[in-house]
Nanobody, 128 residues
Framework: QVQLVESGGGLVQPGSSLRLSCEGS????????IGWFRQAPGKEREVVSC????????WYPDFVKGRFTISRDGVKSMIYLQMNNLKPEDTAVYYC?????????????????????WGQGTQVTVSS
């Protein structure tokens, strides 16, 4: 059974850093493209980073570029999101996601509908 479990969220002050973790089980992480999304109250879910299955190509929207970094550890079956210089507008529930790739590909996916598996989410609150 495929499962993704996020951790690492919390309440932090503006300018702080957090590292979110997402532990995968029941599948081989290196066969998947991965992504992080977030959803704030009253807003639609939006992508904050994604990474291809092969070559680990990454993509970030402008509003997090230079502040957020996605990474993975295939051996540990972990996905990470390093978030620096956090802003109040980063407050949201953050979700990790994985999409199975039957063949090696350098594509990454910004559309949430592309993903096969999701974690339950972890709350990040940025406030002074």
């Amino acid at each position: 059974q495929v499962q993704l479990v996020e951790s690492g969220g919390g309440l932090v002050q503006p300018g702080s850093s957090l590292r979110l973790s997402c532990e995968g089980s029941g599948f081989h992480l290196d066969d998947y493209a991965i992504g992080w999304f977030r959803q704030a109250p009253g807003k639609e879910r939006e992508v904050v980073s994604c990474m291809s299955e092969t070559d680990d190509n990454t993509w970030y929207p402008d509003f997090v570029k230079g502040r957020f970094t996605i990474s993975r550890d295939g051996v540990k079956s972990m996905i990470y999101l390093q978030m620096n210089n956090l802003k109040p507008e980063d407050t949201a529930v953050y979700y990790c996601a994985a999409k199975y790739e039957a063949v090696d590909t350098t594509e990454f996916y910004t559309d949430a509908d592309e993903y096969d598996y999701w974690g339950q989410g972890t709350q990040v609150t940025v406030s002074s």
